[in-house]
């Protein structure tokens, strides 16, 4: 009899006493209680709970590293609001927007729209009608509310900012209804290179979320694992190992929870009876990899251009300068048939993909000759290929230009 090798998988799957309910350990749950960020829950109820006096409140810009609590605490203190407000009898209700997954002004709009309740195709209208639709339904009713714009940062350029300038300054067109808005970011430098208009609009208060220690981390997993792990099956010191790991990265909630979780599921997999530090160094870089990928697949065309160009020069582990990856970039951009960039916005790309993580970049002198860039690439040569490959404008210009 022929060895039935899914069942074996399916056994020992469902066999395996790791999770009572992973779930917990996702980015996007959201727990009845949230440590260590006190301060900020305070400082956001007390601007948002205005709404409960049918006063509008204040916009708000938050802004904080990656994993640092924004969008667990501004989902947290709009749902409580929302409890109280029915409570109250006032009418309030808000949407919730991610600007990662709709990137564009139609679907930013089209989200919101669905929010109240209005059925959206998801293509076919102009984003005015769309507009001209959110208006025209908040002008039928009395409420208050929110729009939250989370990772902000990622609407598209140009368009993205018009966007923003007609909701800052939507309450000018509504009779009744009255809305705020709250923009979430991870960059900093985003709030700066606002239009002064949009900027002095959108942020009337700010509020910046510190990241989180490895005491602190460690006390988020501890709680989170309590209910997300059958009891005795975590190895001591997995806990810490992973708060450890997540606090040389900028203090990274989200990246301690991914460690537990993916560290939990190799374990499943294996039928494994506890979860092991080793299961945590192999979660690591499953999650890198995971990561750079993700990451690759986001960034605009011309920055993946740019990417295409260190690979190519850098992927056999040695250097490249700006000027030589400037001239690889043009090659690709032929291939393509794409117009090029200049050259010190191809700098500005490095600088960015530097930021990432995904490239070192450091300036270095050359005496007379002045100062120089030299570039390497910092992770995974196969992940990013993988990425970029999978980009029909890029793929193509990527391998007619490598096989010369």
Known sequence: MRHDVLEDIFSRVTGARIFKNRDILRPDYVPDTLPHRDDQIRALGSILAQALKGTKPNNVFIYGLTGTGKTAVTKYVLKRLAEKASELGVPFTYAYVNCRQSDTAYRVLADIAESLGLRIPFTGLSTAEVYRRIVRALNSRRILFTIVLDEIDFLEKGKGENLLYKLTRINEELTATQVSLIGITNDVKFVENLEPRVKSSLGEEELVFPPYNALQLEDILMERAREAFYPGVLEEGVISYCAALAAKEHGDARRALDLLRVAGEIAEREGAEKVTINHVQRARIEIERDRVEEV?????????????????????????????????????????????????????????????????????SRGRYGKTKIVKLSADPDAVVRALKEDFRVGPALSSTSNR
């Open 296 to 364: 690759v697949k986001t960034l605009p065309l011309h920055a993946k251009m740019v990417l295409a160009a260190v690979y190519i020069l850098t992927a056999p582990n040695r250097n490249a300068t700006t000027g030589e990856i400037y001239s690889t970039y043009k090659t690709l951009c032929r291939a393509a048939g794409l117009e090029e960039v200049t050259q010190r916005r191809v700098s500005d790309i490095l600088n960015e993909l530097d930021m990432l993580g995904i490239i070192n970049a450091r300036v270095v």
